[in-house]
């Protein structure tokens, strides 16, 4: 069965920084494309970064530049690192992997998730 566990909300000020983590378990990891999606007060859940399992990446344009996702194939885990935080940044964050190669952000072409952690920037 998948589980993917997320890590490392909290709350900071504007500008400031915070790294997400997303343990995976239960499947052949390197086989799947991972993605972090969220979902701000009162807003439609959105796309924020997605690794794809042929190497390559995409990031939503409100994040890019200031948002990096990764992957450490040896601890099962993806990260998203988030600089230069904005108020609008505000969102419970999901980790969420899928079987396609490219799913890009398309959230339905999304299998698994996690719970989510909650990130809250202040101004």
């Known amino acids: 069965q998948v589980h993917l566990v997320e890590s490392g909300g909290g709350s900071v000020q504007a500008g400031g920084s915070l790294r997400l983590s997303c343990a995976a378990s239960?499947?052949?990891?390197?086989?799947?494309?991972m993605g972090w999606f969220r979902q701000g007060p009162g807003k439609e859940r959105e796309g924020v970064a997605g690794?794809?399992?042929?190497?390559?990446?995409t990031y939503a344009d409100s994040v890019k530049g200031r948002f990096t996702i990764s992957k450490d194939n040896d601890k099962n885990t993806v990260y998203l690192q988030m600089n230069s935080l904005k108020p609008e940044d505000t969102a419970m964050y999901y980790c969420a992997a899928s079987l396609w190669i490219g799913p890009g952000l398309n959230g339905r072409q999304y299998n698994y998730w996690g719970q989510g952690t909650q990130v809250a920037v202040s101004s």
């Open positions: 690794f794809h399992s042929d190497g390559s990446s």
């Open positions: 239960g499947y052949t990891y390197n086989k799947y494309s």
